[in-house]
């Protein structure tokens, strides 16, 4: 089990500087034993108080992450377990207004066990009070970035953590919206693990203790620097001959030697950050998406890595796109897919709703979108992943409306038909270019833009 850290352990492990806020005006007038009248709960308050030094179970303020100046909200577990109430919820509503008012990324130091039941159904309004302040910030711009501690489970997982932009948690924490004396007794209890929400598409990373103020350092800082320019896009990689034929193109597109994602985003990015999941419960290993820093600026990135797009993929790719949106950043996406996944569990995946997702984030993206085809380009499910206007190709790929061995079957035609019928779809880089569907110049393909110029390619059968 992970470490339980206390509010300002948690603080110092991962800032420096920290000035914490003055304590806001109450929301109203305390009533002895609170708003229900529970008796005792003055006494409680002052125990928790005595023992862990804290007057509530957030402590709140500003400091620094590895140079970027953030509010920090940290939860006090030791101060009835992190629970919120009203005051609890001054306190963070606070912390939010400061950070529109200075334009401050949040960052919630998440551990609590839910709302406080010696505040009834007040405390557990806090947690719309709570999800109007995270909206306010969204729509500002401002990015949130949540760290979940041991534990984080019922209304501050399900608000401050869950709703946060990027979630990191420290291995172990038990996260979950139930919490372990409320679940199930028959319930895995391997399903309430901060690695279990990460393979489950909702956190992105498990981060140690060790490596944490570094690894929010980064983020901070990729999230914090918007962009109204354009990502220009990659250099070409592989071959630097255009296709002769489009069954050439085809062959080049789907050789496996060719460079992929990876290497693509390795080239392009000093310094990169992943998320991970669609927050629907799935990832997808064949779509890479973050942020990372190109030319001291920072761009976000959507990456097919040449598999069958899964809805989880179109759905994480629609996060990403979304959130740099929100901030600011610019977009690059790489296209490399023979098509999107078309087997029955796509389809009760809801394959096609994915997909018209991504489809209305780009169409609706008011941060400019750059895409490079890199590989196969197939489909839809390529198309949804590329932008309007300002799509390039690499020498070795395709775009194609459909398979060419698709296209012969559909037509009734023999199998020795197929090169003839990838010929016909014209779908080599020149061909797309003929057709005004790719840009194309020498930033590109240095020394090919003149081949790649509309009018210059040659015309298949």
């Not at 895409?371 to 194609?400: K, M, Q, R």
Request: aromatic share 4%.
């Amino acid at each position: 089990m992970t470490v339980r850290l206390t509010a300002r352990e948690a603080i110092a492990l991962v800032a420096e500087g920290f000035e914490e806020f003055t304590e806001p005006p109450p929301g109203r007038t305390a009533a002895t034993d609170g708003p229900l009248g529970w008796d005792g709960y003055d006494a409680a308050r002052a125990r928790a108080a005595e023992r862990t030094g804290e007057p509530e179970s957030v402590v709140c303020g500003t400091a620094r992450v590895e140079g970027t100046p953030a509010v920090l909200i940290s939860f006090e577990f030791g101060f009835l377990g992190g629970s919120l109430g009203e005051r609890t919820g001054d306190r963070i509503e606070a912390a939010y207004v400061h950070a529109r008012e200075h334009r401050l990324p949040v960052v919630p130091l998440i551990a609590t066990g839910g709302s406080r039941m010696q505040e009834g159904m007040v405390a557990l309004t806090q947690l719309q009070r709570v999800a109007r302040q995270s909206v306010l910030t969204r729509e500002a711009g401002l990015p949130q970035i949540a760290v979940l501690r041991d534990p984080t489970t019922g209304g501050g997982w399900a608000t401050l953590g869950a709703g946060a932009d990027v979630i990191l948690a420290l291995p172990g924490a038990q996260v979950g919206f139930a919490g372990s004396r409320v679940r199930p007794q028959d319930a895995d209890p391997a399903a309430y693990t901060a690695e279990s929400q990460v393979a489950a598409g909702a956190a992105d990373a498990v981060v140690r203790p060790e490596e944490l103020r570094a690894t929010l350092g980064r983020w901070l800082r990729l999230l914090t620097r918007p962009s109204a320019e354009p990502a220009p896009p990659p250099g070409p990689l592989g071959a630097g001959d255009l296709p002769r034929t489009g069954w050439d193109a085809v062959r080049r597109a789907r050789s496996s030697g060719r460079p992929r994602a990876e290497a693509y985003l390795d080239a392009y990015f000093t310094d990169r950050a992943a998320i991970s999941g669609d927050r629907c419960g799935g990832t997808d290993p064949g779509m890479l998406c973050g942020f990372g820093e190109h030319r001291g600026r920072t761009v976000a990135y959507a990456a097919q890595c040449g598999t069958a797009t899964r809805p989880a993929g179109y759905r994480t790719a629609t996060r990403l796109i979304r959130l740099a949106d929100r901030l600011g950043i610019p977009v690059l996406t790489l296209v490399d897919t023979p098509g999107a996944a078309n087997d029955a569990e796509a389809e009760r995946q809801g394959a096609g709703a994915a997909i018209a997702e991504l489809f209305g984030a780009v169409a609706g993206a008011r941060t400019p979108v750059t895409t490079l085809l890199i590989g196969e380009g197939g489909s839809g499910g390529a198309l949804a992943v590329a932008a309007p206007g300002n799509t390039w190709a690499t020498p070795d790929s395709y775009f194609s409306v459909i398979a060419p061995e698709l296209a012969a079957a559909i037509l009734k035609r023999p199998p020795e038909q197929t090169e003839a019928t990838a010929g016909q779809l014209r779908l080599r880089p020149q061909d797309l270019a003929e057709l005004g569907l790719i840009r194309t110049g020498d930033e590109l393909c240095p020394g090919t833009g003149d081949q790649l110029s509309p009018g210059t390619g040659d015309r298949q059968p």
